[in-house]
């Protein structure tokens, strides 16, 4: 989806999603890149919104979460955090998810400590690790379905 | 300070906001507006701004020179070149390790999508992760100025913390890495709490071998140990002229503690960095002559 927008030049890229486009599902969190909740795609690059200028998107292809399902037809990586009931409360999992997408997008066949690594910047409050870790490893061992792209 | 108090959800709009195309603007720029603030990838700039540690009335924006050249005389990094960009480049990880293992501890993914080799080297941190490796590699960096461009060895490039040679209106635009000789060596070592801390000490080796493996150069640089990343050049000198001993490898680790000059700060006291110092310099000088050994 193609979208024009005037921005000023101190609007972050986090707050343009959220308040002038209304897609709330990227989160805001820490504000200062240590949580990773507000990451999204940028030309296919996992950035953190908080911390990027939302001129910088000007031309480019902006991913977030609600970008990734077929309508209600879940992504292989959400289908994979449910199934392994990676969720508690949820506010880290856009961010989470976003990342995940980068990595199976970089390796499609990450190691446990490949994922470990790749998400060492996305914070889980609730510590739901364990499920979390499990989920990511379960979608890079599903077959990959073809992502539509908002 | 305050974090509590400060919105980090915001940046309030307090600037002048410029996007120059060429460094040559850039430079122009810089000398019209003094106080102007860098802006790279962002990733210290706005957070020190959202923290209301310093409020930039200009904000200059650079996102070139983004480049990795192999040249005659080594490898020249454009100083806006991402950080993942550097990680990536299969000559990188086969000719500078010692950078290579620098740059993938900083941070997320994310923030090396973000920042910048030269953020990183002009944010002046004593605690810069890829300051350590450049010095014993003996990188330089090149710099722009509104009366041309000037060499500076990095060595002698940061004078505190935050503190650099660059002028205001200075702007550094590319480092240059010499090639290593055969049989190098090099290694890095960082200590933190997380992985997404700051190093509370850091260290990177580079070793060179003759043909019968004696030492015949070795840099030693550290960071987070004094106000900006120094070089431990006495105990260098130790590992020169002999091969690597069990005897020599300890007392070259065990110089680094004297050359040092750590503080008690959040990350860690300055007598844990002083004891410590000698176990990481001791594993990074065994793992660069493995390396050199090996090449």
């Keep these: 989806m193609r979208r024009k927008l005037d921005v000023e030049p101190n609007e972050l890229l986090m707050n343009c999603i959220r308040d002038k486009l209304h897609l709330t599902g990227t989160k805001y969190v820490c504000g200062i890149g240590e949580c990773g909740a507000c990451t999204v795609l940028l030309d296919g690059e996992p950035v953190l919104s ?70 060492r910047g996305n914070l889980c409050r609730c510590t739901g690790y364990m499920n979390i870790i499990k989920a990511i490893c379960r979608a890079a061992s599903e077959p990959r379905r073809k992502a539509s792209s908002e | 300070m305050y974090t509590n108090q400060i919105n980090t959800r915001i940046l309030y709009p307090s600037f002048e906001y410029f996007e120059p195309k060429t460094p040559e603007e850039t430079a122009a720029l ?48 454009g100083a806006a070149t991402k950080l993942r960009t550097i990680e990536k480049s299969e000559a990188v990880i086969a000719k500078f390790q010692a950078l290579f293992e620098a740059i993938r501890v900083i941070g997320s993914v994310q923030i090396r999508h973000m920042a910048t080799l030269g953020g990183n080297i002009c944010n002046a941190s004593p605690a810069a992760d890829t300051a350590p490796p450049l010095l014993v590699m003996g990188a330089e960096v090149k710099i722009l100025g509104a009366n041309g461009t000037r060499t500076v060895a990095l060595k002698d490039f940061f ?22 000789r055969p049989h190098t060596g090099t290694s890095f ?36 140990v004094a106000p ?52 990481i310099a001791r594993d990074a000088i065994e793992l660069a002559n493995r390396r050199a050994e090996g090449s």
């Design chain 2, 228 to 279: 900006t990343p120094i070089m431990a050049n006495k105990s260098a000198d130790l590992l020169k002229g002999n091969r690597l001993t069990r005897e020599t490898l300890n007392q070259a680790s065990q110089s680094v503690a004297g050359e040092i000059r750590p503080i008690t700060d959040i990350r860690g006291t300055a007598e844990y960095r002083k004891e410590v110092s000698h176990v």
């Design chain 1, 50 to 119: 908080c911390l990027t200028l939302a001129l910088d998107a000007d031309g480019k292809d902006v991913v977030t979460i609600e970008g990734i399902s077929k309508g209600y037809e879940l992504d292989r990586v959400q289908q994979a955090f449910v199934d392994e009931g990676a969720v508690q409360c949820g506010y880290c999992i856009p961010g989470l998810i976003m990342t995940t997408e980068s990595l199976l997008q970089e390796n499609p066949t990450p190691t446990e400590s490949d994922v470990r690594d790749y998400l």
């Design chain 2, 189 to 224: 070592i960082r200590l933190s709490r997380a992985s997404m801390d700051i190093a509370k000490i850091s260290i990177a080796v580079m070793l060179q071998l003759d043909t019968n493996k004696r030492i015949s150069d070795a840099r030693i640089a550290l960071g987070s």
């Design chain 2, 159 to 180: 004078l505190g913390p935050g503190k650099t040679v660059l002028s205001k209106s200075e702007i550094l635009t590319e480092v240059h890495i010499p090639t290593p």
């Design chain 2, 30 to 77: 810089l000398a019209k507006y003094k106080d102007a603030a860098i802006l790279a990838g962002g990733t210290d700039l706005f957070i020190k701004m959202k923290q209301g540690l310093i409020e930039p009335k200009v904000i200059i924006r650079v996102k070139q020179p983004s480049f990795i050249e192999e040249r005659p005389d080594g490898f020249h990094i």
